[in-house]
């Protein structure tokens, strides 16, 4: 597995090969290739027009020779669901790859998965999702190098998990504190927290900008009536006559 730079996600449609792929890819450095597009691209037709044209045997024939002629490096790979049923196409990726299952339960599959003719679902005649899914599991189970089981997981969970099981460096988590706060640094070179502002709302937004501009406005006004630059920290008696004056310009 060591020298091996290319991942292959495998599982049930929806399980995730194609978004989570896509993500992996950017997380690990690496480039992303559906071979589900691959297909349509080599063949300039939907994959629901390739499987009415030549049924369901004719478009897994296809599907095993475009896997099986995949020539990629440090990619992620996701191929259709049904690229488990192409020996050919098993045996390439096995020796170009990492294969990961990903594994959902029958019940959060049917949840997920819309219209299945639509999707472009291999389905034989008579056959329902769950006989896909019974037929399929011990296929995938038999291909896969890791298993990640998916379950009541945030698609960003699910790539940690691949990447610890990979062992990868775990991606650095922020804690709430330094989400919601930066570092400030004052003028005596004290730290302090302030609230990001990604997080503010927009009320504490415009408060601030009110804020910046009335303080910007003294800044300047107090430069034109004392003349040139002040250094209110060192100069008291320049403070004091700051304060008076801004007091009684305010009322
Ligand atoms: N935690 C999750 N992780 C991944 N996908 C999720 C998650 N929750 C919901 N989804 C949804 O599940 C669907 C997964 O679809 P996707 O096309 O990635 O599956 P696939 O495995 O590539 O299917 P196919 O075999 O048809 O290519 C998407 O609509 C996605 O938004
Ligand atoms: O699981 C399946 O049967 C399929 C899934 C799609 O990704 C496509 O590969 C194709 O439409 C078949
Ligand atoms: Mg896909």
């Known amino acids: 597995m060591g020298k ?17 792929g896509v993500v992996l890819a950017k ?16 063949h300039g037709k939907l994959l629901k027009e ?34 488990v049923y192409g020996q050919k196409a098993m045996k390439h990726l096995k020796e170009i790859s990492v294969i990961i299952y990903l594994q959902l339960s029958y019940t959060a599959i049917k949840s997920r998965l ?3 003719r639509e999707r472009g679902i291999t389905l034989k005649d008579g056959q329902s999702l769950k006989d896909l899914y019974l037929e399929r599991t011990p296929l995938y189970e038999k291909y896969a190098d890791i298993t990640i089981n998916e379950m009541k997981k945030t698609l960003a969970k699910t790539i940690d998990e691949i990447c610890e099981k990979l062992g990868e460096k775990p991606r650095k988590k922020r804690s709430f504190k330094e989400k919601r706060f930066q570092k400030i640094t004052n003028s005596k070179g004290k730290q302090s927290r302030e609230k990001t502002d990604s997080t503010k709302s927009n009320k504490e937004r415009a408060d601030k900008k009110r804020f910046d501009n009335t303080k910007s406005v003294k800044e300047k006004s107090s430069r034109t009536r004392f003349g040139g630059e002040i250094n209110p920290q060192k100069n008291n008696v320049q403070r004091k006559n700051l304060k008076k004056y801004f007091k009684k310009n305010e009322n």
């Open 4 to 20: 091996k730079t290319n991942i292959t996600l495998i599982g049930m449609p929806a399980s995730g090969k194609s978004s989570v």
């Open 27 to 42: 997380r690990l450095g690496k480039k992303f290739v559906d071979t589900d597009i691959v297909i349509q691209e080599k």
């Open 50 to 83: 390739l499987i009415e044209e030549n049924g369901d045997d004719g478009f897994r024939e296809i599907e095993d020779e475009v896997n099986a002629s995949l020539d990629v490096s440090n990619s992620i790979i996701s191929p259709g669901g049904s690229v």
């Open 114 to 116: 819309g219209d299945l």
